[in-house]
Structure formats: structure tokens, C-alpha cells
């Protein structure tokens, strides 16, 4: 005869026992119930499976302004996956023009992808920016984020680099780990980029991570490759517009830098651009220079610098 079995549990005061009853095929069941009369079992078993993915909630980051009046306070939830931002409710520096850039925050895919970013300027009140953009943000682990810090504020981040409470005070790129915040080292190097008048390809090489994944972002498009075993790469891209003087090239690459270039025109099809006409005086027998003439092939214009007067 085939048996089929009901395991019941039942918890009471902290207390499982288990049973194991043969019941015959046919036989009516009925629903098995499961009882948890303490709680704090499920939970404390859930901690234990999942402590690991705890780390990345010990990193807060806290932005004041120049008085260290709070603007707002970012964390991370590593069971909803979603980032927290609670608002402050200071202003940014004052006597810094709203023209002017005090920092931005922003939060990349690895690969990349912008997902979202704010800029912060003075004699603003930034918080409900900041909450609206970042407030239940979903997160992944391997996510960028990037403080591009220029002055007057003061932003801190607690657990991080081996400090309780490391004060940001230049631009730093993170990874989002299990573990917790990882900053970016700056192994990524991007070799010049050259164009030529109405073309749209450019040729992308420099130096990475051997063997990992390289992207490429040319006007919004990701362009990938892959990194020999030396760490070289190179990526010939044909972009969606002809290359300008303002293309902006942003390259990727998983645990380095975000590194950004601006392409520059060819030398060898544009000598003259790099031609320049030097004019120079002399005061007491000793030479100065008076003004620089440059050819613009761009723009088709000549250009007047350095100008200095005695």
C-alpha cells in the first residue's frame, strides 16, 4: 500500500516538536495548520540565514551644510532593496551663488546606465529633490554610486574605509556590496580620442581590469567590449551622430572609476590645429611672451591668447 505523510509542527514556548503520521491513500486530509506561539523563532532563523546582507545598512550617509545643519540622510534597506532618504530641512550654503555646484549625487546600473541624479547649488533648499529622486529608489548590488563633491558641505559616511565616520571631501565613486559601500579605485585609463570632421567614428582604447567587461557610453548608447589578459582594450564605435568637440565619452569598467573624455580632432588629418604662431617681446635683453595665434580647423577661426601686457 502507498502512504502518503502529514509533517506537523507545532511551536509553543519556544518549544518545536515534529510529527510524522502514515495516513492511507485514500484517506480524507485535512489542512495541516502550523502553529507559532513564539514568534521569535522565524526571526531569529532568518537573521542567521541573512546576516550577511546586513552590512550594507551600517553605511549611512549624512549631508549637513557648512554649519553641519542637517539637509538629509541617506540609507540603504537590504531586505526591501530600496533606499531610504529622510529630509532634514537646512538650506545649502547661502553665500554660494545658485549658479554655482556644491554636489551632485548619482546612482548608476554596473554597467553604467544613469538611474538617477541631483544636482545640489547653493542658496537652495535641496531636500525634497533629494527625497523625491532617491526616497524607495530600488538598488542592486554592483550599483555605482558616485558624490561628486565641491564645497561647502559637509557630508559624511558612517562605516566606511575603515572609519566610523569618513568625511567626504572630494568626488568618490562607490560599488553597493553585500558587504557594504566599496570605493572605486582609478586603475581605468582612457587613452586620447580622435575624430575627424563629419565622421562619426571614434576609436575607444586604454587600460582596465584584465578579462572583465568594458562599457562604453557614446550619446546614451552602450558600447561593450572585453579587456585582454594584459588589461588592454579597444572598442572602434560608430556613433548614432557625427563626433563634435562636446561628444562626451564615459567609460566603465566594474570595481575602477567612471572615466569621462572629450574627443579631439585628429592630428594627423588636422595639423594645422595644432599649429600655433608665437609673439614675443623683449624687456632688459630677456624674452616674453606677448600673445599666441592658433588655427581652429573646428570652427574655421583664428585664435588670440596670452595676451600680457608690462
Keep these: 500500500m502507498n502512504n502518503k505523510k502529514i509533517l506537523s509542527i507545532i511551536t509553543l514556548a519556544g518549544v518545536v516538536g515534529m510529527n510524522i503520521q502514515p495516513i492511507a491513500q485514500n484517506a480524507v486530509q485535512s489542512n495541516n495548520t502550523i502553529l507559532l506561539a513564539n514568534r521569535s523563532i522565524s526571526s531569529n532563523i532568518q537573521e542567521k540565514v541573512d ?82 529622486a532617491f526616497n524607495n529608489l530600488d538598488f542592486s548590488y554592483g550599483d555605482i554610486l558616485e558624490i561628486n563633491y565641491k564645497t561647502s558641505s559637509k557630508i559624511s559616511i558612517s562605516n566606511f574605509n575603515n572609519k566610523k565616520d569618513y568625511q567626504v571631501n572630494k568626488p568618490i565613486s562607490m560599488e553597493i556590496t553585500k558587504n557594504g559601500l566599496k570605493e572605486l579605485s582609478n586603475k581605468l585609463t582612457v587613452n586620447p580620442i580622435y575624430f575627424d570632421l563629419g565622421s562619426n567614428k571614434i576609436n575607444v582604447s586604454g587600460n582596465a581590469t584584465p578579462n572583465s567587461t568594458v562599457n562604453i557610453w557614446v550619446d546614451n548608447k552602450d558600447y561593450t567590449t ?85
Design 226 to 310: 572585453t579587456a585582454n589578459s594584459q588589461g588592454q582594450y579597444n572598442k572602434t564605435i560608430s556613433a548614432s551622430e557625427n563626433v563634435t568637440l562636446d561628444t562626451v565619452v564615459k567609460v566603465f569598467n566594474q570595481g575602477n572609476n567612471e572615466v569621462q573624455k572629450k574627443p579631439q580632432l585628429n592630428p594627423t588629418n588636422y595639423k594645422l590645429n595644432y599649429t600655433s604662431i608665437s609673439l614675443n617681446g623683449y624687456w632688459g635683453g630677456n624674452p616674453y611672451l606677448v600673445s599666441k595665434i592658433g588655427f581652429n580647423q573646428y570652427t574655421k577661426k583664428l585664435e588670440l591668447e596670452n595676451i600680457k601686457k608690462l
Design 51 to 132: 546576516s550577511n546582507i546586513y552590512n550594507i545598512k551600517d553605511n549611512i550617509i549624512t549631508i549637513n551644510n557648512v554649519w553641519n545643519w542637517r539637509i538629509g540622510t541617506l540609507k540603504f534597506n537590504p531586505v526591501t532593496s530600496k533606499i531610504e532618504f529622510i529630509k532634514g530641512g537646512s538650506e545649502t550654503n547661502p553665500y554660494l551663488s545658485k549658479n554655482n555646484e556644491a554636489f551632485f549625487i548619482s546612482l548608476y546600473k554596473r554597467n553604467g546606465a544613469l538611474i538617477k541624479k541631483v544636482q545640489v547649488n547653493g542658496s537652495e533648499y535641496p531636500e525634497s529633490e533629494l527625497y523625491n
